[in-house]
């Protein structure tokens, strides 16, 4: 059974950074694309990051320069790291993985439709001024 699993969320002050995990299981890792999304209370879910199979990396204009999506295959495991955050960052952020036969790169990935993915149950971060 293929599970995500994020963590590493939690309360920063502007400026501050953080870590996000996503431990992926029950199926080839590296044969995916993954993702980070977020979405703020009131506001549509969006695209924070995504990297495909071959390492291509993409980015919302809105994090790119602070945040930095890696992966390590033998670990099954996703991070996000995000630097310099600010409040507008504040939102539930999710993992997302999508299965090679639907010939996601990290450009379409990051913007979607997702509906095809397989998710996690999200990790909060919130930014203090």
């Known amino acids: 059974q293929v599970k995500v699993t994020e963590s590493g969320g939690g309360s920063v002050q502007a400026g501050g950074s953080l870590r996000l995990s996503c431990v992926v299981v029950?199926?080839?890792?590296?044969?995916?694309?993954m993702g980070w999304f977020r979405q703020a209370p009131g506001k549509e879910r969006e695209g924070v990051a995504a990297i495909d199979s071959g390492g291509s990396t993409a980015y919302a204009e809105s994090v790119q320069g602070r945040f930095t999506i890696s992966q390590v295959n033998a670990e099954n495991t996703l991070y996000l790291q995000m630097n310099s955050l600010n409040p507008e960052d504040t939102a539930m952020y999710y993992c997302?993985?999508?299965?090679?036969?639907?010939?996601?790169?990290?450009?379409?990935?990051?913007?979607?439709?997702?509906?095809?993915?397989?998710w996690g149950q999200g990790t909060q971060v919130t930014v203090s001024s």
């Open positions: 997302a993985a999508v299965s090679p036969r639907y010939d996601y790169d990290s450009d379409s990935w990051l913007r979607g439709p997702w509906r095809l993915g397989l």
């Open positions: 029950g199926y080839t890792y590296d044969d995916y694309a």
